[in-house]
């Protein structure tokens, strides 16, 4: 069991930068393929970017390549989402999510509450 909260999101205009955290209490996330998620007003939640155990491999949706980087710090119990060049349709609910079978295609098995990500044109 791992619980998952999200911060970091909020108002900005495009073209700016956000990054998000995703701290995790109970089991440490070292043993979690982990992953970004956004859902916005009507909208299915999509896959944004994930990453391996180890950081090493990391996965991106097209829409989101060269601008979001996703990154973890294992030893702080700790995932990031660095947001660059930020677009009106990146407006969305960000969530964390963790899965225990090691691939982004999940199944993923815990859930943070999300964060709101408001880009302003």
């Known amino acids: 069991q791992v619980q998952l909260v999200e911060s970091g999101g909020g108002l900005l205009q495009a073209g700016g930068s956000l990054r998000l955290s995703c701290a995790a209490s109970?089991?440490?996330?070292?043993?979690?393929?982990m992953g970004w998620f956004r859902q916005a007003p009507g909208k299915e939640r999509d896959v944004v970017a994930g990453i391996s155990r180890s950081g090493e491999i990391t996965n991106y949706r097209d829409s989101v390549k060269g601008r979001f980087t996703i990154s973890r710090d294992n030893a702080k119990n700790t995932m990031y989402l660095q947001m660059n060049s930020l677009k009106p349709e990146d407006t969305a609910v960000y969530y964390c999510?963790?899965?225990?079978?090691?691939?982004?295609?999940?199944?993923?098995?815990?859930w943070g509450q999300g964060t709101q990500v408001t880009v302003s044109s």
């Open positions: 109970g089991r440490g996330i070292s043993i979690y393929y």
């Open positions: 999510a963790a899965g225990l079978l090691g691939t982004w295609a999940g199944p993923y098995n815990y």
